[in-house]
């Protein structure tokens, strides 16, 4: 069942257009992404709707995490606010979510950016088992002592020395107007429970033959070499592409690099021969890692 999903609009005054559609990653919301989506909306003059997944921001908890039941969850904001065709990108679980509404309703997704990962199943480090690590020190962490987000940073330095990472994990925790204890704004349980199924990825026979844009950070590895034959086989026409200097995060580490690849994909053509002209260029230049 699909689930009503919490969302913001940036630019929504831009009607001409079909809207850009967000969505982020594993332990993310739609905050991680404000500050590019509106400079995505001010050069495409498009709005651009950021979504908080099931179980994540301020969305229902579900005990669902199927990719088919957070696409079907798009679906569902798209049905409520009549948009019938969306540019759609995601990243991380974010980007499997796209590539799964693009591959289950390819009528109503105009363009697809997927940012650093592929449909495939990972494993290893690639695999959820840093991701499962960091979830089971966040559900670790003593709610009912900590005091301030400045407490609750300390207390997770010790795990997670990264300070970049540990301003996104905390973004999460919700403090109280009362002074009670905090709490998680993510469903820590059902993530936890569902590592399996976030770190796979659906089968599918057909696949989505509009344009798609693949991008990678040169020093993340959720794009490799290993990975293109699946994005080839299910997004045939796919452009993959790398920031260099970016890591997993490239909203984060490069935003500047992203917005310009997003924005060039976007407004470089106006129909399919245009496309692929465009197709044969871009791979030209921006494909090597």
């Given amino acids: 069942m699909a689930v009503k999903l919490a969302f913001s609009v940036v630019g929504g005054s831009f009607h001409s257009k079909p809207p850009v559609t967000i969505l982020h990653g594993l332990l993310g919301s739609q905050r991680n992404w404000r500050p590019l989506a509106g400079k995505i909306s001010d050069h495409l003059e498009r709005a651009v709707y950021i979504l908080d997944a099931r179980n994540h921001g301020d969305s229902p908890h579900s005990k669902d995490m199927s990719y088919e039941h957070m696409a079907k969850d798009v679906m569902r904001l798209w049905e409520d606010h009549g948009i019938r065709k969306s540019v759609l990108l995601g990243h991380s679980m974010g980007g499997k979510t796209a590539m799964v509404t693009s591959l289950l309703y390819p009528d109503l997704v105009e363009q697809l950016v997927v940012v650093d990962v592929a449909p495939t199943t990972y494993s290893g480090a690639l695999g959820g088992d840093s991701m499962d690590k960091l979830v089971s020190i966040l559900a670790g962490l003593p709610l009912a002592s900590i005091k301030s987000r400045a407490d609750a940073d300390e207390l997770l330095k010790v795990d997670v020395p990264v300070m970049t990472l540990r301003q ?116 030209d230049i921006h494909t090597m890692k």
Avoid at 169 to 190: C, E, I, K, Q, Y
Avoid at 194 to 205: E, M, T
């Fill in 168 to 283: 996104f994990l905390l973004t999460n925790l919700v403090f109280s107007d009362r002074g009670s204890a905090p709490h998680w704004r993510v469903n820590l349980d059902v993530i936890k429970a569902s590592l399996d199924q976030v770190r796979g990825f659906p089968h599918f026979r057909e696949p989505f033959q509009g344009p798609a844009l693949f991008i990678g950070g040169s020093r993340s590895h959720y794009i490799s070499e290993q990975q293109i034959p699946d994005v080839k086989r299910l997004f045939p026409n796919a452009v993959i592409s790398y920031i260099q200097g970016a890591g997993h995060w490239p909203h984060y580490d490069e935003p500047a690099q992203l917005l310009k690849m997003v924005t060039d994909f976007c407004t470089k053509y106006t129909s399919n021969s245009n496309y692929f002209s465009y197709l044969i260029a871009y791979c």
